[in-house]
């Protein structure tokens, strides 16, 4: 199954190292230009992943054009989050998005939409990791926000 992925979830898993979990549990992850250039502009230890996995499992996909109902509805988002809506209204495939009104903007177009602890949980029950939550409370010590409660959740959905 292919998925389309904002910035933020490739980020995240690049901080922790597990980037290449995508590649495992997708056959394609799918980006937009803006997420693409987005990813570019990154800098600290987690660059090299991302630019790695660019150049390989992270397909850079053009859009087709916009559709009027994501200008309207995504209007308040910025361009990576626009774009990632987009394209994945385009291919049909879910979208990994961690942005809260991201997150509702593709909701509201019929899209399936998932985020980094979510996708973790999913590749727990699949056997790739052991567990979710000190991964993600790793990714907190590197500075991604996850909330608590979202923890707690994703911890609770993983069996753990």
Known sequence: MSITSDTGPLIALAKVDLLNLLETAFTDVLIPPS???????KSGEEAQRLHAALG???????????PREVVRIARRLGPGE????????????PL????????????????????TAGCL?????AGMI???RPVLEEMRRR????S?????????????
């Open 96 to 115: 990994l998005i961690d942005d809260r009104l991201g997150r509702l903007a593709a909701r509201g177009l019929g899209v399936k939409v998932t985020g």
């Open 82 to 93: 626009r774009e990632a809506i987009a394209l994945a209204v385009q291919t049909g495939t």
């Open 56 to 66: 390989d499992y992270i397909k850079l996909t053009q859009l087709s054009g916009i």
């Open 143 to 146: 500075g991604y926000y996850l």
């Open 130 to 132: 052991p567990a979710v």
């Open 148 to 160: 608590d409660a979202l923890v707690d959740a994703a911890s609770r959905l993983a069996g753990e």
């Open 35 to 41: 997420v693409h250039r987005e990813l570019l502009a």
């Open 121 to 125: 949980v999913e590749i727990k029950l």
